[in-house]
């Protein structure tokens, strides 16, 4: 399982808490990933309501730092997704965060609307459900009134730095990730959330690589780690995927946009230019992220994976899967040929497309060639997405969907003027995160060109966008 060594020895372990997943990674001082577990994330429901499973996450990850006891780890790095605000008093986490695709009441979720910034002051647009933070600590200020005075805010990734260590601390790419809680502009909370006081509920600022405590005694004792482990403050996962691009010497100084694929396909431009929060288009799902450094970084995004996931509904064989990757390739043509298609949006109110309603054009009935073709929708989803913040000349794909061949060859076709890129070893989220210990840490591997389709993508695209504004 893990190598042996003198830098092959478990030095840093990264925490990433997805959506659909959490991850923990053991890696080496210089950057070699040992060992790398995975466990999916339970529905919870309480009050009858949606929530994310901390109980359930937490104890696995004590059960998952216990098999790494003995390893001489230095430091642990939490990562999660930007969705989550947990809070705590005397020591606890007061009730089970909010999940994002929960419901907010309407009429609550109207009158929040009335309150909250524009998005030229925020660079977060209006999101269904609780995708914005802010729309989540408003409901629970009515689900918990005497409560919630007496909280302390993290976000969901310094949640799990509090959780290793007791200390508690927010950060700017959790804070400045479609929150409407973050002035990008500013640099500072936004004006909501210094009216309704949540600024100053949030426990206080500290940057991504700021270590804010070491291990608990208790957890030192029930994982056999070292109690001098330092627990970092930790970050949002698509900055740490943007970290983890920054490595390549392709991208790292260059104009080049990271495309994160997972439960989400979000684009984050890394730019020269200045791209202005009011020049983006705020209905489409587009947002401007903060990078580790606290600048502003134009993003767009859509449910990629979830919408791939709806599409193939109970075909165990993912998109992704390697030995799966010639068949599905040779099914394109005859997609192409047809012209089979799948209209947007199957996660409605999100993406380019919020408002279009999903519909098949000659729905495949072959396993393959079903798969192949939610491959194209994906593909033809970033490629509208990415032209929504003027991505150019450079393309990282990265995450899971990388391997999906179907995609990102079609994403190089219909994007001819732009090198597509993936990565030829595991330099993702986690390998990122790692990087905020040491940012002199380069990738493993190389990136590699994708090679695009030769079939006739750009007619493909045409009827695609010609059958979305008929409807539109």
């Known amino acids: 399982m893990c190598q042996e060594g003198s830098l092959k020895r478990g030095f840093a372990i990264v925490l990433d808490i997805g959506k659909t997943l959490s991850k923990v990674t053991l890696w ?69 965060p909010l999940d994002y695709e929960q419901a907010i009441p309407a009429d609550i979720l109207a009158e929040y609307r009335a309150l909250r910034d524009a998005f030229a002051r925020t660079g ?72 309704f006081g949540w600024a100053d509920r949030f426990a206080g600022l500290v940057r991504a690589a700021d270590p804010v405590g070491t291990l608990r005694p208790e957890l030192a004792a ?9 627990v970092l403050a930790g970050l ?30 979000i684009g984050m431009r890394l730019s020269r230019e200045v791209v202005l929060t009011r020049s983006l288009p705020e209905r489409r799902d587009c947002l401007v992220n ?12 859509f449910m990629g994976g979830r919408e791939i996931e709806t599409v193939i509904g109970s075909d165990t064989r993912r998109v992704d899967i390697k030995p799966d990757q010639p068949a599905l390739v040779e099914v394109v043509p005859g997609l192409l040929d047809s012209q089979s298609m799948l ?20 729905e495949p009935q072959d396993r393959y060639a079903r798969r192949a073709a939610a491959c194209l929708y994906a593909a033809l989803m970033a490629d509208a997405s990415l032209d929504l913040i003027g991505s150019k000349e450079r393309i990282l794909v990265e995450g899971r969907f990388a391997e999906a061949e179907v995609f990102v060859r079609a994403l190089a076709a219909l994007r001819p003027e732009t090198t597509v890129y993936t990565a030829t070893a595991h330099n ?45």
């Open 290 to 301: 903060i990078d580790a450094d606290g600048r502003p970084v134009p993003s767009v995004r």
């Open 428 to 472: 993702d989220v986690s390998f990122g995160a790692l990087r905020l210990i040491d940012s002199s840490l380069r990738p493993q591997g190389a990136l590699k060109v994708v090679a695009p389709f030769d079939g006739d993508l750009e007619s493909y695209r045409t009827r695609w966008r010609t059958e979305l504004e008929r409807v539109a």
């Open 28 to 96: 080496s001082r210089d950057g070699h990933l040992l060992d790398r577990q995975i466990r999916p994330n339970a529905e919870c429901r309480a009050g009858g309501i949606r929530r994310l499973d901390a109980e359930g996450i937490g104890a696995w990850i004590v059960e998952t730092l216990s098999a790494h006891s003995g390893q001489p780890v230095e430091v642990i790095v939490p990562v999660a997704h930007g969705a989550g605000v947990a809070a705590i008093r005397d020591d606890a986490l007061a009730f089970p």
């Open 236 to 265: 949002h996962d698509s900055n740490a995927a943007v970290l983890a691009a920054r490595g390549f010497v392709e991208i790292a100084l260059e104009e080049a946009t990271i495309l994160s694929t997972g439960t989400w396909f």
């Open 222 to 230: 029930r994982t056999g780690l070292p109690p001098t482990v330092k």
């Open 343 to 362: 209209l947007p949006t199957l996660a409605p109110g999100t993406g380019p497309f919020p408002e279009s309603r999903s519909r098949w054009l000659g």
């Open 124 to 195: 977060s647009p209006a999101l269904p459900n609780g995708l914005n933070m802010g729309s989540q600590l408003f409901w629970l200020n009515r689900l918990y009134p005497d409560l919630m005075p007496q909280m302390t805010f993290l976000p969901w990734a310094q949640y799990w730095a509090w959780f290793l260590s007791g200390v508690a601390a927010s950060e700017v790419t959790s804070l400045g990730c479609h929150s409407d809680l973050w002035a990008p502009d500013e640099g500072t909370f936004s004006p909501l959330a210094q009216r």
